[in-house]
């Protein structure tokens, strides 16, 4: 049933890396529970706007779940309360009236703040240009069963591929590790025949990556895989 609830926001602002950053609190009113988190933080933004004040900074693109361009921590839980649903996705239907919501950005040593709750998220990129293809020469596409693949290898190497390299894995585990994003971009070569030859020295060549970048180490919390 479509209601309109009113929220007050703890909303993390900074204005670069290398500036101190606060938490300001911010009240909306009137917000349709059929509206997405990110329509929600629209709405602040132009009410901010119109009062001659800086919009809150945030990352977003398809809006549909699928490009793993936004992201914020909602009280604590990346991309919110709902498990598998991006920010984008996130209905305001699952927030209550008078709920107090702090939304801060990814925190990771590797991710480092662009501006409130935009990250830096390069350092993925850097991971899956260490490794993360198949070297193959570039051409027409081959004939689709030109290379038998085992139904259950398509189906593991598919679930490995769903990553969709937004960070909330990062976000969420204590020791901001990516292990679960170089191990799913990882596998998803590995289980399929055309990424065997090279398997072994991409997974070495992705894990040195991300260790050289910053990103922490695995230590089996698996907060990563409850988001």
Same mark, same amino acid.
């Given at each position: 049933?479509?209601?309109?609830?009113?929220?007050?926001?703890?909303?993390?602002?900074?204005?670069?890396?290398?500036?101190?950053?606060?938490?300001?609190?911010?009240?909306?009113?009137?917000?349709?529970?059929?509206?997405?988190?990110?329509?929600?933080?629209? *709405?602040?933004?132009?009410?901010?706007?119109? !009062?001659?004040?800086? %919009?809150?900074?945030? =990352?977003?693109?398809? +809006?549909?779940?699928?490009?793993?361009?936004?992201?914020?921590?909602?009280?604590?839980?990346?991309?919110?309360?709902?498990?598998?649903?991006?920010?984008?996705?996130?209905?305001?239907?699952?927030?209550?009236?008078?709920?107090?919501?702090?939304?801060?950005?990814?925190?990771?040593?590797?991710?480092?703040?662009?501006?409130?709750?935009?990250?830096?998220?390069?350092?993925?990129?850097?991971?899956?240009?260490?490794?993360?293809?198949?070297? *193959?020469?570039?051409?027409?596409?081959?004939? !689709?069963?030109?290379? %038998?693949?085992?139904? =259950?290898?398509?189906? +593991?190497?598919?679930?490995?591929?769903?990553?969709?390299?937004?960070?909330?894995?990062?976000?969420?585990?204590?020791?901001?590790?990516?292990?679960?994003?170089?191990?799913?971009?990882?596998?998803?070569?590995?289980?399929?025949?055309?990424?065997?030859?090279?398997?072994?020295?991409?997974a070495m060549r992705m894990v040195e990556k991300m260790d050289q970048l910053g990103f922490g180490n695995c230590s089996n919390i698996t907060e990563c895989q409850i988001e």
């Amino acid at each position: 049933m479509k209601k309109n609830i009113n929220l007050t926001l703890k909303v993390w602002r900074q204005a670069g890396n290398r500036e101190k950053g606060r938490l300001e609190i911010y009240s909306v009113k009137n917000i349709s529970t059929d509206m997405s988190f990110l329509e929600m933080l629209d *709405v602040l933004n132009e009410e901010l706007t119109q !009062a001659g004040k800086e %919009p809150i900074a945030f =990352d977003h693109d398809c +809006r549909e779940g699928i490009c793993g361009m936004c992201g914020a921590v909602v009280n604590g839980r990346p991309h919110g309360p709902e498990r598998g649903t991006t920010l984008c996705q996130l209905h305001m239907r699952h927030f209550s009236d008078g709920d107090e919501l702090v939304i801060e950005p990814w925190r990771s040593r590797a991710f480092p703040v662009i501006k409130d709750l935009v990250v830096d998220r390069g350092s993925l990129d850097q991971i899956i240009i260490a490794g993360g293809y198949i070297s *193959v020469n570039t051409g027409s596409a081959p004939e !689709a069963n030109s290379v %038998p693949v085992p139904q =259950d290898a398509a189906d +593991r190497a598919m679930d490995a591929a769903a990553c969709i390299g937004c960070g909330a894995c990062v976000a969420a585990c204590p020791n901001g590790s990516a292990m679960l994003f170089t191990a799913a971009k990882v596998s998803h070569l590995a289980l399929l025949p055309q990424g065997k030859p090279e398997a072994a020295r991409r997974a070495m060549r992705m894990v040195e990556k991300m260790d050289q970048l910053g990103f922490g180490n695995c230590s089996n919390i698996t907060e990563c895989q409850i988001e």
